[in-house]
């Protein structure tokens, strides 16, 4: 094997496909329904979506093509570097070969740029002139804000009234970016102003502001929404990761024996897993680790249910793990993982035993950051500490058992806008608190009767 | 010329020497000289750095070699990225071709690592078991912090009381890296304590800090001092920046007519420039342009002169331009520029006329900054907007002239702990303070009178 730190494919060797999983599954996914019970159309997103979006979302069709423009914008900053952790490895005493794709590299600090730069070529490409969309602690927000200014468009982002307080830095880049940035609830849509009656001082929730921003889009020709994960054409945009760990692992001579990364909607995990499944559907050993928090463990402890995407109930609903869409996890460092459901593709592998579940309490993970960012220098994200986590108890086991396994962790995002979380970690302030089985059984009473 | 938005060299093309350009000047440097007249001796700088440092510091020898365990620290993140501008030139209409030296990919977001590593390696290979620096905004201790890590050092850093206070995340990264970080002045230290005496509530000064740092250093035995810039070993090992660039342009089939960097101390710009320098004087036509803010504006308004290297007079003299050791420029959001002198080495250069130096107000560079990042994603810190300004404004005159000139800019760092800043540029809240002539002269007065 090459021993190179670092193995960066040219540009002219970067995927010019995605990946689209369900070509390959053995069994159609069970279809998205609306509220009444009737599967959902073309029809019932035309209203927010594009229709290129639509299509993607419901295709078979195992390789879709990257537009060139897209490609072009992928090329400000991918391929990202696959990088091989040997301090780690070696702080660890293991065997095992430890990897990690660095997607921090993009503007925007994470992989949500990956999908937010096709979602905004395509509406631009069908005429829409502004986007409108939903954030919490800001990543997918700065991912559109950038995407958005690159084609031309304009960007309106609900960013949930706590977040918007507390964590200003983000909302700076937003509006670095050109993107319009407003407190949810706001008074701008009927659905901010119906919660701000109740609470004028509300400090807002994800599901409000998709509600915002949904209506916004609803009301506005010129405008559409976008979601940044859990939709099956999110998790296919991500799979360009996956695509180039291949590439990367067969310059390097190697092949993963294990996968790990993170999953709050799925779309980090699909990314980095999906083109792999294949192999292993014919055959190959290899492992997906899908690492969640103890806070949120929709995969570990949610049952498989048809839910609504959203609180509010404006979103359609999938067959997926769920805890309920009206369960609220506590207040965690890693906001991105705290949705209550899942990617249906990715419910449906987990259900199908082709993918593990596991998770942890979020102390055990900035124990693993902190000691990834003291080897490998690089600070991550609270949400891929997670996956650190999971690929160091695997690279324990390794050393106990003497096996020379290669571990990939997909490292989302670097964690520069979340140093208060370290230094609450560091300062002996970070707690954990149990996760509430009766509040999950509660939410969950309340599901749908859908088979 | 290839058309890639990025040059990465494989690690195997990175260079092992770094270039000495002492080798290269047509006459020596004006030495360094002690408060009492008498030229500094290595006995001299023995009680704070290893004899390593101190013999680069002096060397004429053209190439050092790089140590090995130098090579695979830099391997952690480097080569880093050459990267071609494509849509800042098309919002410019530019015929110019741009491109930018991307140091913010480091552990430490800056190209200050480069030296922080071979500092503490050079300081563990001679048994110092602990590092002492100061630190301003943070981007230096962060580079030590990380660097010491690396090498299984201690770190202590005395961080100006005020950034300490307001700029507590780059503090908690130093934190996560495992180094000890105090509020300067401190209690730590007598010179700590001495202006605390005075004054309690001090806000402190880069100035105290380096005083405290390095009473820490020379008051123990098992302690070092080191800097992050100005100093010849210092811009030394920044030259792996030009280096590369040399090599990333030849892979490219382009050299560049322009290369602009900003100026503090002056080793981000000498670590582009130097290895550029011996071709122009051969004849090569290519200009450097050295870029510091108007609001402390050495090169483009102090005398070159013998000057103390500090506020407290603790280091020695050099010969170099200045505004006076005891110059307090206005609080600019490029703290990491606000330094009253300059390398000996650029100085000379400047003096030279082989350099040009130019100033800026900090709004037309934030502005600069703002287009940068809407255009290339990456978010420049507020020190390298200096340069952006410049490229810019050489790129505007390429398209007055229709010259299609290739402009470098060495962008070293990124903007991720400065959002605040852009945030006041934004909101319209930034002001440019007009630059104190009369307390310059007065500066001036002060300075000994050493020829």
Redesign the interface.
């Known amino acids: 094997m090459a021993e190179?730190?670092?193995v960066?494919l040219?540009?002219k060797d970067m995927p010019k496909e995605w990946y689209n999983i369900a070509a390959d599954l053995p069994e159609p996914l069970p279809p998205i329904i609306r509220a009444d019970g009737v599967p959902a159309g073309p029809a019932d997103f035309a209203p927010v979506f594009p229709m290129e979006i639509i299509k993607q979302e419901v295709s078979t069709q195992k390789w879709i093509p990257i537009p060139d423009e897209v490609i072009s914008a992928y090329?400000?900053?991918r391929p990202s570097p696959l990088c091989r952790a040997y301090?780690l490895e070696k702080r660890l005493k293991t065997p095992a070969r430890i990897y990690y794709k660095n997607e921090s590299?993009?503007?925007?600090?994470s992989h949500k740029?990956n999908t937010a730069i096709p979602q905004a070529y395509y509406n631009k490409a069908e005429g829409v002139k502004r986007m409108a969309t939903e954030t919490g602690a800001g990543q997918w927000g700065s991912a559109m804000s950038?995407a958005t200014?690159?084609f031309g468009l304009k960007c309106t982002v609900y960013m949930v009234r706590v977040s918007f307080d507390q964590k200003?830095?983000r909302r700076?880049?937003m509006?670095?970016?050109?993107a319009e940035v407003f407190a949810s609830p706001s008074n701008l849509t009927h659905a901010g102003q119906e919660v701000l009656k109740k609470d004028p001082k509300s400090l807002g929730s994800l599901g409000i502001a998709i509600s915002e921003a949904v209506e916004d889009a609803a009301t506005h020709d010129d405008t559409k929404y976008c979601l940044g994960s859990v939709l099956n054409h999110v998790c296919m945009h991500q799979t360009i990761i996956g695509l180039e760990i291949k590439k990367q692992m067969e310059l390097i001579g190697d092949y993963p024996d294990i996968i790990a990364a993170c999953v709050g909607g799925g779309s980090n995990f699909a990314g980095a897993v999906f083109p792999f499944v294949a192999d292993k559907m014919k055959g190959k050993d290899i492992r997906f680790l899908a690492v969640e928090p103890a806070a949120c463990p929709t995969l570990t402890k949610g049952p498989y249910r048809y839910d609504f995407g959203d609180e509010a109930k404006l979103m359609p609903l999938a067959k997926m793990y769920t805890l309920g869409h009206n369960f609220m996890p506590s207040g965690i460092h890693a906001g991105g993982l705290r949705y209550h459901g899942d990617s249906p593709i990715v419910s449906y592998l987990v259900n199908k035993k082709l993918v593990e579940a596991r998770s942890y309490k979020q102390i055990p993970c900035f124990e693993a950051a902190?000691l990834f960012?003291?080897s490998?220098?690089?600070?991550p994200a609270p949400e891929s500490s997670h996956a650190i986590r999971a690929a160091i108890d695997e690279a324990i086991i390794c050393r106990e058992t003497k096996k020379e396994k290669a571990i990939v962790i997909n490292l989302s995002g670097h964690g520069?806008?979340d140093?208060?979380a370290?230094?609450s970690y560091?300062s002996g302030k970070m707690v954990d608190v149990e996760f509430d089985e009766k509040d999950m059984d509660r939410c969950i009473k309340e599901l749908p009767d859908i088979k």
Chains 1, 2 share one sequence.
């Open positions: 190179l730190n670092k960066i040219s540009e090329k400000v900053w301090n590299v993009s503007a925007a600090g740029l950038f200014q690159f200003p830095y700076f880049l509006q670095t970016y050109g902190v960012a003291k490998e220098g690089l600070l520069h806008f140093l208060s370290y230094e560091l």
